[in-house]
């Protein structure tokens, strides 16, 4: 069974819409993280979260913004979309004191 | 300048070995991760190293000159399968919840 679950696989989106990208995770784990990666470019960390509270930002755009509902929750709301925010977009967890981080399968997000 | 630099590419032949390098340049420096990527797939966990050392885990080992800003993972007995994109990563602060610094991966390619 996978234990992070990121929802959809793929995505198309227009140039200037909204998506929200989901993850749930089913370690057990405190701490949530969303990084991006792009072609041609190293996977670049975006926020990180614990107990559903912001931790680290190193996203410089207010168009993304995570949501946590739950503490094994951590969704990645994107405004305004454009076709530079095309990237997979991988959502990590780790556990407390833990440096080790596992990673979900991604979201392929295109915006065309 | 700033930043986790590696190889593009590295090529090797089925049985025998294959040394991933990896310098950084960071703002601080609290550990190194060493992750496998499929094409396709989320990055996998292989190993973390915080001390100057060599770090024996039996397929995989690792290296650390904390000094030199340094390290290497290297793969002996190769197999065919060991074939991916190995990614090294920089933990530069010490809260637990903090992102990653990535390299842009070094793709090795084992040959029969």
């Known amino acids: 069974d996978p234990k992070i679950i990121q929802k959809p696989k793929y995505l198309v989106a227009v140039t200037g819409s909204e998506k929200i990208l989901i993850c749930e995770q089913y370690l057990g784990h405190n701490a949530m993280y969303w990084y991006r990666q792009s072609a041609k470019k190293p996977l670049e960390f975006m926020f990180s979260?614990?107990?559903?509270?912001?931790?680290d930002n190193q996203t410089a755009s207010s168009r993304f913004q995570p949501q946590s509902s739950k503490k094994n929750h951590l969704d990645l709301q994107i405004t305004a979309l454009k076709p530079d925010d095309s990237a997979t977009y991988f959502c990590a967890s780790s556990q407390d004191h833990s440096y080790e981080q596992y990673f979900g399968p991604g979201t392929r997000l295109t915006v065309l | 300048g700033q930043g986790v630099e590696q190889p593009d590419n590295l090529m090797s032949v089925e049985g025998t070995f294959a040394r991933v390098n990896c310098t950084y340049s960071t703002s601080g420096f609290n550990g190194l991760s060493w992750y496998q990527q499929r094409e396709g797939h989320a990055p996998v966990f292989l190993s973390y190293v915080v001390l100057d050392g060599l770090k024996d885990s039996g397929h995989f080992s690792t290296f650390l000159s904390r000094s030199n800003g340094y390290s290497y993972l290297l793969l002996t007995e190769l197999q065919i399968k060991d074939s991916a994109s190995y990614l090294c990563a920089v933990r530069e602060g010490d809260n637990y919840a903090q992102g990653l610094t990535f390299g842009l991966g070094t793709r090795v390619s084992v040959f029969p």
């Open positions: 979260y614990s107990y559903q509270k912001l931790m």
